[in-house]
């Protein structure tokens, strides 16, 4: 078995439930501007452009300020509805502020990681967001450091953000390294491009289309205690 030393997490979708956060922080966004809210249609509409805008921005195409209304003004564009777009992201930002669910186990393996590894987070997200819900919140105590891509100014996959971790934290071995997330298009392809080993966390049994091999692929997080320990 190989032994590793710092272990990588994402946040959203690896350890924290965003599918829950964003459906609460869209909905109430959207009750705000007294919007006859139906969720099967706004919150799929609203899903699509913000995938679209992530995509842009985690390929540099766009920058972590125009992403932030860029996901509204396409929604409202698309909905006929005319409502000020950074008066809607700073409406559902502070709600996503509130919205800090873990998924299923995992403060669990944190606990028993933290125990034998170092370790630390990697977030592409905005900076108050993920301030709140994550440097705030009780599982950021098992961390060395949580870079978060705005802060940073890097995203994943750009390798660049994994040496600013690494430096951070004070870390020079990449084969002892290993990164956990959910996404093949940033973690996976982040954490390859990077040069360390690479776990998808793929909880929905997702066929992997992108050409990417991660070096390990896990359903449930508690399989991380099988690599590890």
Not at 137 to 160: D, T
Not at 182 to 192: C, E, Q, R
Not at 197 to 219: Q, V
């Amino acid at each position: 078995m190989k032994r590793y030393e710092l272990i990588i997490f994402d946040a959203d979708e690896t350890l924290l439930d965003f599918e829950k956060a964003e459906k609460y922080a869209f909905e109430k966004a959207m009750r705000y501007f007294n919007i006859n809210y139906d969720e099967e249609y706004h919150l799929k509409e609203y899903k699509k452009f913000n995938k679209q805008v992530w995509d842009e921005f985690e390929r540099e195409l766009i920058s972590a300020e125009e992403l932030k209304v860029e996901r509204f003004k396409r929604l409202f564009k698309e909905i006929n509805i005319s409502i000020d777009c950074k008066e809607a992201n700073d409406k559902y930002t502070s709600a996503l502020c509130e919205a800090s669910f873990l998924l299923d186990g995992a403060e669990d393996i944190l606990e028993i990681l933290s125990k034998d590894y170092k370790l630390a987070l990697i977030t592409n997200g905005l900076l108050v967001v993920q301030n709140a819900r994550i440097r705030r919140s009780h599982i950021a105590r098992y961390f060395e450091a949580v870079v978060i891509s705005e802060e940073a100014g890097i995203a994943k996959p750009n390798p660049g953000i994994f040496q600013y971790t690494f430096d951070k934290i004070g870390h020079k071995d990449k084969s002892t390294a290993l990164i956990v997330g959910d996404s093949l298009n940033s973690d996976i392809k982040g954490g390859t491009n990077f040069g360390i080993d690479t776990c998808w966390f793929n909880s929905k049994g997702m066929k992997g289309k992108t050409g990417l091999h991660p070096t390990y692929e896990i359903r449930r997080l508690d399989e991380l205690k099988d690599i590890l320990l």
